[in-house]
T-cell receptor, first 120, second 112 residues
Framework: DTGVSQDPRHKITKRGQNVTFRCDPISEHNRLYWYRQTLGQGPEFLTYFQNEAQLEKSRLLSDRFSAERPKGSFSTLEIQRTEQGDSAMYLC??????????????????FGSGTRLTVV | DAKTTQPTSMDCAEGRAANLPCNHSTISGNEYVYWYRQIHSQGPQYIIHGLKNNETNEMASLIITEDRKSSTLILPHATLRDTAVYYCIVSLHSNSGYALNFGKGTSLLVTP
């Protein structure tokens, strides 16, 4: 396993179209995150999964965005009816969390190289 | 999560130590200081993190002041490949689903 993989690396789409991105995390990692990064800004948190359960969503995740992690392995992020403001780098990260509750240990994030979306 | 303040940009000569400061005056007692970096067109890369004590690994050293209100990331012998945006982040170290708040970071340019 060489790390977190994202596909595609680049996507150009017309406004109003739907797009879907895929993320394959490190295989033993139980947590998966999606971030969005616009030019000149740091990454912004969108959502995360613990195994197959989506546990948190940011206010940035509008109704047009949906994320899934059906079997607790890979994840998809879909954007419906894309807008020019959706143009950004979409980053996926994964981590291993050893326990639930007090005394848990998070071994840090590993990020993928991202999918750059351009909406024209 | 506590807010961090970093300089927008810094330069460093190749082979010299790069010292990147970060202010986090509102940090709470159970929050860790994390450092990540992002090389152009790549995802962020974890560098180091700490709570109270200074930390060192193969990439860098992290110096945290006694009052924990600021920290410095040290790259002991900067190379051209260390040119990147460096993010100082304060966050809880737990499994509660914390999101990392990256901010804008410091753009470090290592020059020949």
């Amino acid at each position: 396993d060489t790390g977190v993989s994202q596909d595609p690396r680049h996507k150009i789409t017309k406004r109003g179209q739907n797009v879907t991105f895929r993320c394959d995390p490190i295989s033993e990692h139980n947590r998966l995150y999606w971030y969005r990064q616009t030019l000149g800004q740091g990454p912004e948190f969108l959502t995360y999964f613990q195994n197959e359960a989506q546990l948190e969503k940011s206010r940035l995740l509008s109704d047009r965005f949906s994320a899934e992690r059906p079997k607790g392995s890979f994840s998809t992020l879909e954007i419906q009816r894309t807008e020019q403001g959706d143009s950004a780098m979409y980053l996926c990260a994964s981590s291993l969390v050893s326990k639930i509750g007090p005394g848990s240990t998070n071994y840090g994030y590993t990020f993928g190289s991202g999918t750059r979306l351009t909406v024209v | 999560d506590a807010k961090t303040t970093q300089p927008t940009s810094m330069d460093c000569a190749e082979g010299r130590a790069a010292n990147l400061p970060c202010n986090h005056s509102t940090i709470s007692g159970n929050e860790y200081v994390y450092w990540y970096r992002q090389i152009h067109s790549q995802g962020p890369q974890y560098i180091i993190h700490g709570l109270k004590n200074n930390e060192t690994n193969e990439m860098a050293s992290l110096i945290i002041t006694e009052d924990r209100k600021s920290s410095t990331l040290i790259l002991p012998h900067a190379t051209l490949r260390d040119t990147a945006v460096y993010y100082c982040i304060v966050s809880l170290h737990s499994n509660s689903g914390y999101a990392l708040n990256f901010g804008k970071g410091t753009s470090l340019l290592v020059t020949p």
